[in-house]
């Protein structure tokens, strides 16, 4: 599995989430873009409210296949990443960073610590 | 699992490997889209090693190749290529091949997945004709050279390869390294595919990739894997065993009548195929499902399996389906019902898409 950064947590589904100023950003993992291949299709069914843990918010689709995205948190939804609705192959691209999917602002910021750290997800 | 030849020259490139059929095969490089793009607009290399190869022999090679073939291939002119189908007595499909006829002899190629079971229904088919069917899967190698590039490209090495015409082959000499050049192909461009022996498949490699200019990103011919091979063959609209066709899968029903030869048994020196009966009385009565091209609506895809509806009753199923890198949409292929008519719906689980009916292939080279 290539490394993955060690500033934020992950979910075993490899949705990785992120603190910055006070919002969660979820985006998912390089092994996940690479496993899925080119991702042809992004789909946000939960643009705004709340949302539990383990919840979904969307799917996504590559040449292979087609997957569910979870939430590892509680909280509101606050931003979705048009530009990777518009262009999907941005995730493939820059999954870190410009394919970010969706912003939440935490109903309890601790609760992003429970989830995997990156050497954790990594095993 | 099983490696071709070409198993280094996919590790040095970069490649993401998965198993096809027991083989370990790159299934992209960089990224199926790209690869996809530089087959349609300049030229791509895949390895097709996996592919299997018979060579045929004796004094009845002629007969049971007829015999266990759909189509016609008595009438052949040496070194030439002919698509058929394999079938059982049922007329489900066994597989779907190329035949090339050389002076001396017949070559097979068959899709790795069903290599093993071909060799065992050609062992029984045989019967007591005089034939030898000699497996040359893992003793030769194959790479396809394919796109709109890949014969000026040959041109600088053999000026006889570009003069070929399409579904022809000749066998060309470089040094101690003999190859069988076909203009062949599964991604509906123009160019090749070159059988050689294994052992010399690392040197030719070299020799077919050879570019003028060092930079690899203006190479005329880059590695394309497993991936961008589905998405290009899809485009084309050409089927896939164990997608469009299998063994509950007829030819008739398929839409291959033209690779069928429901007389061949009428010629002189004739010989009735395996499952010509079968095909015969599903050409009379017509068959009961077709399958169709649709193109879908939004930018969900259509995977295998998915329902395909008219207006609330299912009418069939998807077999094959992809945002089509070229064409920028959604395209599938789906069996229906044969008399149903009229544009259709996919339930994608869940959301549903609205398909247009449009004719195959999806996409075709400018000439």
């Known amino acids: 599995m290539p490394a993955s950064p060690a500033d934020r947590r992950y979910l075993e589904t490899h949705e990785w989430h992120k603190p910055e100023a006070g919002l969660v950003a979820i985006g998912i993992s390089r092994f996940a873009v690479d496993e899925l291949t080119d991702i042809t299709f992004l789909d946000v069914k939960k643009k705004s409210g709340a949302i539990k843990a383990g919840e979904s918010f969307g799917e996504i689709e590559s040449v292979k296949a087609t997957s569910e995205l979870y939430c590892g948190i509680d909280g509101t939804i606050e931003a979705v990443n048009q530009a990777a609705l518009d262009n999907p192959a941005i995730i493939n691209e820059d999954p870190y960073e410009k394919g970010w999917l969706i912003k939440i602002k935490p109903t309890n910021p601790a609760q992003v610590e429970k989830l995997l750290t990156a050497d954790a997800y990594g095993k | ?367």
């Open chain 2, 1 to 367: 699992m099983l490696r071709t030849s070409f198993y280094q020259f996919h590790v040095d490139h970069g490649a993401k490997f998965v198993d096809f059929n027991g083989w370990e095969m790159p299934i992209l490089y960089r990224s199926i889209h790209e690869e996809h793009h530089q087959v349609r607009n300049v030229g791509g290399l895949f390895d097709v090693s996996h592919m299997g190869r018979f060579k045929i022999t004796g004094r009845h090679a002629r007969r049971f190749i007829e015999r266990v073939v759909t189509r016609r291939i008595s009438d052949m002119k040496e070194l030439s290529c002919r698509y058929a189908l394999v079938c059982n007595e049922q007329g489900g499909t066994l597989d779907d091949i190329i035949v090339y006829r050389f002076a001396d002899h017949w070559l097979l190629v068959v899709n790795a997945g069903n290599r093993l079971k071909l060799l065992e229904h050609f062992q029984k088919a045989k019967g007591d004709l005089v034939v030898t069917i000699d497996d040359q899967t893992t003793s030769t190698a194959m790479v396809a050279l394919q796109g709109p590039k890949v014969m000026e490209h040959i041109g600088r090495f053999s000026k006889e390869v570009p003069t070929l015409k399409r579904y022809t082959f000749c066998i060309k000499n470089v040094l101690i390294l003999k190859m069988v050049i076909s203009r062949t192909g599964y991604t509906g461009e123009d160019g090749v595919e070159v059988i050689l022996p294994a052992a010399m498949a690392s040197m030719a490699i070299k020799l077919l990739i050879k570019e003028k200019s060092d930079d690899p990103a203006g190479a005329v011919l880059r590695p394309a894997g497993l991936g961008a091979r589905d998405t290009l063959r899809t485009e084309a609209g050409m089927p896939l065993y164990g997608h469009e066709l299998d063994e509950t899968i007829d030819p008739i029903s398929a839409g291959l009548s033209w690779a069928v030869s429901l007389d061949k048994d009428q010629d002189e020196n004739g010989e009735k195929f395996i499952g010509q009966e079968a095909l015969k009385k599903i050409a009379a009565e017509g068959p009961k499902v077709k399958l169709i091209g649709l193109k879908l609506d939004g930018k969900r895809t259509a995977r295998p399996g998915m329902p395909v509806l008219i207006g609330d009753r299912t009418v069939g199923k998807v077999t094959s389906g992809c945002l089509s890198p070229t064409l920028g949409y959604p395209i599938a292929m789906a069996y229906v019902e044969a008399s149903a008519a009229g544009d259709t719906t996919i339930d994608l689980g869940g959301q549903r898409a609205a398909a247009q009916v449009v004719p195959l292939p999806f996409y075709k080279r400018a000439k």
